[in-house]
């Protein structure tokens, strides 16, 4: 079976992107992805949870690891990947409602009757 720490530590070494980067990137791309298969916007909830529980799986598997040598396996490691993969699509599910509502809403402009 292969290892998904060492795994992750290639992709790191292999695109040249920091692993703490790879965390903001991979959050992204798993709730684009997730609201390409559930058919939902980014901003509905299914894909930030999507994200949630595959980042949640990829740190409870990373507390598991004690035989590596890596900086992976403690609690305040786990916690800091947990705030960098979900702050974007926290913002994402916050913010972005509100954005499309506000562009749905007519402006004063478009609003008027002729005369």
Do not use: C
């Not at 709730?31 to 980014?42: D, E, K, Q, S």
């Not at 529980?53 to 900086?71: A, G």
């Amino acid at each position: 079976m292969p290892d998904w720490t060492q795994d992750k530590i290639a992709l790191s070494v292999w695109t040249g992107v920091a692993p703490d980067a790879l965390h903001v990137i991979g959050g992204l791309a798993v709730m684009l992805v997730a609201a390409i298969l559930l058919r939902r916007p980014p901003w509905h909830w299914l894909p930030w949870l999507a994200v949630l529980v595959v980042e949640s799986v990829n740190e409870v598997y990373d507390l598991l690891q004690t035989h590596d040598p890596s900086d992976e396996g403690n609690l305040p490691a786990s916690l800091h990947d947990m705030w960098l993969t979900m702050l974007w699509p926290s913002v994402i599910l916050i913010v972005f409602p509100w954005f499309v509502r506000r562009h749905a809403r007519p402006t004063p402009d478009t609003d008027q009757t002729p005369v």
